[in-house]
């Protein structure tokens, strides 16, 4: 990319579009035991989603009409046109549809790369079917999180043509519509025990791969970052610096165990700061990027206190923007200046603290 967005001048703070997904409102079955919480409709996952002032909401494309794989596609069409009108009534837009590839018996040993090309076939298809409910429900971009693409044993798939049969779906996709733009959620681990494609570097080295670049992106999201010993900031400035940073997944996760979705900068506030300050001083959201936050509701929560991981999330993304933006830089760049590290990171913390001096 040519035309890298402008560093933003301290005290220019940007505006944000933030969406969830309904499965961030969830009740709470794990691995481990049962739901502790009943379910939520969609039409009241829209309201709160406007109440806490969050601006639209992220689909699986089940989510939108589920059991699909048993519809028409006058009848999937037909159901996903309600979900609009719901979001409209809302006031709320739909960020993205994401393919649900990790449920059906199809692709119990990947999706684009199963080793059955009967099974590889469904999941292009169900993939054209998902853009189509994205021009339905007025999503211009659709998002890849590749959850199965990858081996429980390595000697079981050829890596190699892993990549390219992801390049191939991707092709698909994209001659599928020729307005749809492609985000690919990298995540190293979990379900399968090696993705092929692990981390935000590989996601952007696959997009310059496929027939159509500039429609294919890159969504970073924190927990996968730490997941791949990453830092999510970094990640950030990695897809940022090569234009390819279209959508974030913010949470937390407290280092090398299951995926935690925490709430946004619950383990390590100073990580969750690096996050908001790359993508506010690199324009990040200027051109309609949505902010995500990808958190789960605790297991303990009881059902009247289900949404509080989103409320806190949002909050803890303003009041960091707000550190940002008050960021004494002339002080940062004079200690930089002088090498004085050991100053910096103490100045970095009371300002995180609220500590003056
Ligand atoms: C998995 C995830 C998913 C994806 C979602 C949309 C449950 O670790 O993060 O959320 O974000 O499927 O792509
Ligand atoms: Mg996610």
């Known amino acids: 990319m040519d035309s890298q967005p402008a560093y933003t001048p301290p005290g220019?703070?940007?505006?944000?579009?933030?969406?969830?997904?309904?499965?961030?409102?969830?009740?709470?079955?794990?691995?481990?035991?049962?739901?502790?919480?009943?379910?939520?409709?969609?039409?009241?996952?829209?309201?709160?989603?406007?109440?806490?002032?969050?601006?639209?909401?992220?689909?699986?494309?089940?989510?939108?009409?589920?059991?699909?794989?048993?519809?028409s596609a006058a009848e999937i069409g037909r159901q996903a046109r309600q979900v609009r009108r719901l979001l409209e009534d809302a006031g709320l837009e739909a960020e993205f549809v994401a393919?649900?590839?990790?449920?059906?018996?199809?692709?119990?040993?990947?999706?684009?790369?199963?080793?059955?090309?009967?099974?590889?076939?469904?999941?292009?298809?169900?993939?054209?079917?998902?853009?189509?409910?994205?021009?339905?429900?007025?999503?211009?971009?659709?998002v890849l999180w590749l959850a199965r693409e990858g081996s429980y044993i390595r000697e079981s798939k050829n890596p190699r043509v892993e990549v390219l049969q992801i390049r191939d779906a991707i092709d698909a996709m994209l001659?599928?519509?020729?307005?749809?733009?492609?985000?690919?959620?990298?995540?190293?681990?979990?379900?399968v025990d090696s993705a092929i494609i692990p981390t935000i570097g590989h996601a952007v080295g696959l997009a310059y791969l496929t027939a159509d670049p500039a429609r294919v992106g890159c969504l970073v999201e924190t927990a996968h970052s730490i997941l791949a010993g990453l830092d999510p900031?970094?990640?950030?400035?990695y897809g940022l610096a090569h234009g390819k940073l279209r959508s974030v997944h913010l949470n937390d996760q407290g280092g090398l165990k299951f995926d935690q979705d925490k709430s946004f900068g619950s383990y390590n506030l100073r990580r969750a700061f690096n996050q908001v300050r790359v993508l506010e001083e690199y324009g990040y959201g200027r051109n309609g990027e949505w902010?995500?936050?990808?958190?789960?509701?605790?297991?303990?929560?009881?059902?009247?206190?289900?949404?509080?991981h989103l409320r806190n999330s949002l909050a803890m993304f303003k009041?960091?923007?707000d550190k940002v933006v008050s960021l004494d830089r002339e002080r940062e760049a004079?200690?930089?200046r002088e090498r004085d590290y050991e100053e910096l990171d103490r100045y970095l913390l009371h300002h995180l603290l609220g500590i003056a001096g």
């Open 319 to 321: 009041a960091l923007l």
């Open 291 to 308: 902010v995500g936050l990808d958190v789960k509701v605790m297991r303990t929560q009881k059902q009247d206190a289900n949404t509080k």
């Open 175 to 191: 001659a599928h519509d020729p307005q749809i733009t492609i985000l690919i959620e990298p995540k190293p681990n979990e379900p």
């Open 99 to 142: 393919p649900r590839l990790w449920f059906s018996p199809c692709t119990i040993d990947g999706a684009y790369t199963s080793n059955d090309p009967q099974c590889r076939q469904y999941a292009v298809d169900r993939s054209r079917t998902a853009i189509d409910i994205a021009n339905e429900l007025g999503a211009r971009t659709l």
């Open 233 to 237: 900031a970094d990640d950030m400035a």
């Open 12 to 71: 220019a703070k940007g505006e944000y579009r933030f969406s969830f997904g309904p499965w961030n409102i969830d009740e709470g079955a794990d691995p481990f035991g049962p739901p502790v919480r009943q379910p939520v409709a969609m039409a009241e996952k829209m309201r709160v989603c406007r109440e806490l002032g969050f601006h639209g909401m992220q689909f699986h494309d089940d989510d939108a009409v589920p059991e699909l794989d048993t519809k």
């Open 334 to 336: 004079e200690l930089i």
